[in-house]
């Protein structure tokens, strides 16, 4: 792929299944995973406003779960989300962020 500027960038995707998740500091988690009615979603090392974000396969935005100040749980409802994968994603200030896929199943 061209990145515009006559470069060639060359990027590589995988997909893991993660229980928690790691970057810049944030620490992700969401339990259980599988997730049947609900599920708590998990953060540490939070320092700046994040946003805490639902998407499906597809990378369409599900949920926006709200934004967070500090470390902490925050509650997933997935009683009305169709089984399948998602990933939750968590957003910093600046540009850090770090996702997990979870799956729900019925």
Known sequence: MDD??????????QTVKLTSATTGGLRLSVAPNPVRATATITLSGVTASSTVELYDEAGRLVRDLGVVTTSGTIALDASDLASGSYTVRVRAAGSSSVVERITVAR
Not at 4 to 13: A, F, I, K, L, M
């Open 4 to 13: 515009g500027d006559g470069e060639r960038v060359v990027e590589r995707q």
